[in-house]
């Protein structure tokens, strides 16, 4: 057994409930302000989804309808999904990946810091900018779009997308124990743009070619947005429980490789 292992075997520190609880927030605001002033993630984050709006939802289309929804409405919740994606995987992955690999993680661990309150942060972080990106689609659709949402509407549209970023930050954790800091990135934008075309948060579900319609009921965004359409009225009326589950096996089986990939680091340090 080496040193640093005994001596994280040796460290049993007793706190409060209420201590601990402010760990947890310190560690949440902290890498909250990280994120915030790392414009590279907070620009692409927040803007990509809403340009995407703006060009798609505001400029080309906003006159039009898919099926009985206003574009613009029906647009925020597909481009809410694909901003939710983004803020998770991005949030989670990329940090995760690189504090890896500047050994910060290690640092971490061997502080008397509750070992899951690294983890919560990134997950809070995530839900955060995707209620942030989801607050400002609404914002610009209502003022810019004609979107008219009752407020009841818009709070169970911003809280189902905001529980929905949970499987994508599952997700992010997974990849980040998997991918080196540089590479990070790219594998992320592998994933989640292919993930994104096929679950039809670009061009709608019933406009995609068939194959792909059958690929998206495998994809977890799909079943998200399928969700956050229902809010708005323009759900495909399949079951919500069903979307759910789906949602919830996906982060479970994300938490199983992100444990693997936990489990791999551990070896490697103290083995």
Known sequence: MS????????TQIERSLSHTA????????YEFLKNLRLRVYTASVISFPLMFYVLFGLVLNSKESIGSTHVPTYLIATYGTFGVMGASLFGTAS?????RGLGWLQVKRASPMPPFAYFTAKVIL?????????ALLLVLGISFGGVRMPLAEMA?????????SLPFSAMGLAI??????????????????P????SGLWVPYMFLPKFVRQIALALPPYHLSQLALGTVGAGANQSIATHWEVLLAFT?????IARIGFQRDQGKLYG
């Open 3 to 10: 040193t640093a292992e005994v001596v994280l075997s040796n």
């Open 22 to 29: 402010t760990i947890y927030l310190k560690e949440a605001k």
């Open 95 to 99: 940090g995760l990946a690189a504090d």
């Open 126 to 134: 995530s839900m955060i900018f995707s209620a942030i990106v989801v």
């Open 156 to 164: 169970k549209l911003i809280g189902t997308l905001v529980a929905g």
């Open 176 to 193: 980040g124990y998997f991918v080196g800091p540089n590479s990070a990135p790219a594998a992320i934008n592998l994933i989640y743009l």
């Open 195 to 198: 993930m994104s075309f096929c």
């Open 252 to 256: 479970l089986i994300c938490l199983g």
